[in-house]
């Protein structure tokens, strides 16, 4: 609820979830999904290459995130 509950700290900035939107562990009504404002750039960046790697991937295909804080960025990486 985090986007929900605070006003858009910068114009550039966008609202950001985690678990990804897209797999079974995210979207709406999961009372675990994280909600933050980020640099827009940083969620467009990381959000292609999600796309990319889901559009590669089936249903059910399992993958790991690595966050590395000393770098803003955040990938996901197929298991197999």
Same mark, same amino acid.
């Given at each position: 609820p985090g986007c929900l509950l605070s006003s858009k700290p910068s114009p550039d900035y966008q609202c950001d979830?985690? =678990?990804?939107f897209s797999t079974s562990e &995210? &979207? =709406? &009504?999961?009372p675990w999904v994280s909600l933050r404002?980020? =640099?827009g750039i940083e969620n467009m960046? @990381?959000?292609g290459h999600f796309g990319f790697l889901a559009r590669k991937m089936k249903v059910n295909d399992e993958f *790991? @995130? @690595?966050a590395? =804080? #000393? *770098?803003p960025i955040? *990938? #996901?990486l197929p298991i197999k």
């Open positions: 979830e985690y =678990p990804f &995210g &979207g =709406p &009504g999961k404002w980020v =640099p960046v @990381v959000g *790991i @995130v @690595v590395d =804080p #000393a *770098i955040t *990938i #996901a």
